[in-house]
Nanobody
Framework: MFSCRRLGGGVVQAGGSLRLSCKAP???????????MAWYRQAPGNQRELVAS???????NYADSVAGRFTVSKDNGQRKVYLQMNSLKPEDTAVYFCNAKVSYGEFWGKGTLVTVSS
C-alpha cells in the first residue's frame, strides 16, 4: 500500500471541503505516468464503490453521486494523485482508498476515514 494523506481533518461539516492525496508506491514509480489511478470509498455496511478515476492521459471520470463536487487530479512529477472534495454531504461519509493499476498489478492505499456531519 502507499501513503494517503487527508487534509482538513477527519470530520467536516456538511458543505465543507477536504483534500486527499496519495503517493505512488515504490513498486510503480517508474510506470506511474502510465498508470490508471482511482479513488474508492466504502461506507459502513455498504460495498466499496468507485468514486473517481483518472487515466494516464489525465482524463477523469466520476460517479454520478460526486460529479460536480469532487475533482481527481494527478501530478506525474510528484507521482501523486489527489481528490478534492467540495460541498460534502453526510452521504459522503466513508473510508476512502486510492488505487493504482498498471499492467503488472494493482495497488491499494491505506484507507482514510472521512466523516461528514449533518
Amino acid at each position: 500500500m502507499f501513503s494517503c494523506r487527508r487534509l482538513g481533518g477527519g470530520v467536516v461539516q456538511a458543505g465543507g471541503s477536504l483534500r486527499l492525496s496519495c503517493k505512488a508506491p515504490r513498486m510503480i514509480l517508474s510506470t506511474f505516468s502510465s498508470a490508471a489511478m482511482a479513488w474508492y470509498r466504502q461506507a459502513p455496511g455498504n460495498q466499496r464503490e468507485l468514486v473517481a478515476s483518472i487515466t494516464s492521459r489525465d482524463s477523469p471520470n466520476y460517479a454520478d453521486s460526486v460529479a460536480g463536487r469532487f475533482t481527481v487530479s494527478k501530478d506525474n512529477g510528484q507521482r501523486k494523485v489527489y481528490l478534492q472534495m467540495n460541498s460534502l454531504k453526510p452521504e459522503d461519509t466513508a473510508v476512502y482508498f486510492c488505487n493504482a493499476k498498471v499492467s503488472y498489478g494493482e495497488f491499494w492505499g491505506k484507507g482514510t476515514l472521512v466523516t461528514v456531519s449533518s
